[in-house]
């Protein structure tokens, strides 16, 4: 049973691919940007095949003092930050409102292992949970605001939550890389380091090539 990687764009996928070194039990597919388009793609490739785990994998932001821009980040916890109601008293996720849950638990033993073996390599990597949103956080108070409403999160992508949803409906485990390119906040796209973030996605990528044969 071979190993499923979605990534939000083509850029993310090459990087993954040359960490992998074309690894003949991995395939590396472009998921499309956003949860939808994660979960759809994710769930179409899933039944095709089968396959033992899912990795949702590429770049994204990282919380100021939580994870730096160049270090990666393994989820512990995949959420839909903003699935839910915002009324004038504050925003209510789903699982508050009683209308489903917006949180994907890893298996701590996938986390540990991929962060052990990261860490073996040399690579700063973050543990916590990473939060899926449909609109990049551009703003200082929109930052301040999720990482209130999860407190310990380390990053923020637009593809996790969709991509584990769909691994979940099929019964295969999922895990959550991030190689972090921008700090989550005001939107200064100067400030991005876009391309290390896919070299450093590129060498976490070599490492989980090791870790899941």
């Given at each position: ?13 090459e990087a ?162 991030r190689a ?34």
């Open positions: 049973m071979r190993i499923l990687v979605m990534t939000a764009v083509a850029a993310e996928r993954v691919w040359r960490g992998l070194q074309g690894h003949p039990d991995y395939d590396v597919l472009v998921a499309g940007v956003g949860p939808v388009a994660a979960a759809v793609n994710t769930a179409k490739a899933l039944a095709t095949a089968e396959y033992r785990l899912v990795v949702s994998a590429g770049i994204g932001g990282g919380f100021p003092g939580q994870a730096e821009v160049g270090s990666l980040v393994v989820a512990s916890e995949i959420i839909a930050a903003d699935l839910g109601v915002q009324a004038p008293e504050g925003f209510s996720s789903l699982d508050e409102l009683d209308f489903g849950s917006t949180r994907i638990r890893v298996d701590a033993r996938l986390v540990s292992d991929v962060t052990e073996a990261l860490l073996a390599a040399r690579l700063p990597v973050k543990t916590g949970p990473v939060l899926t949103v449909s609109t990049v956080t551009g703003t200082a108070e929109s930052a301040t605001e999720l990482a209130a409403r999860v407190p310990g999160a380390v990053a923020e992508a637009m593809e996790g939550y969709g991509v584990a949803y769909a691994a979940r409906d099929h019964g295969v485990p999922v895990i959550e890389l972090i390119s921008n700090l989550v906040g005001p939107r200064e796209r100067t400030a991005w380091r876009i391309e290390e973030a896919l070299d450093v996605l590129e060498a976490a990528s070599a490492v989980l090539s090791g870790v899941f044969r």
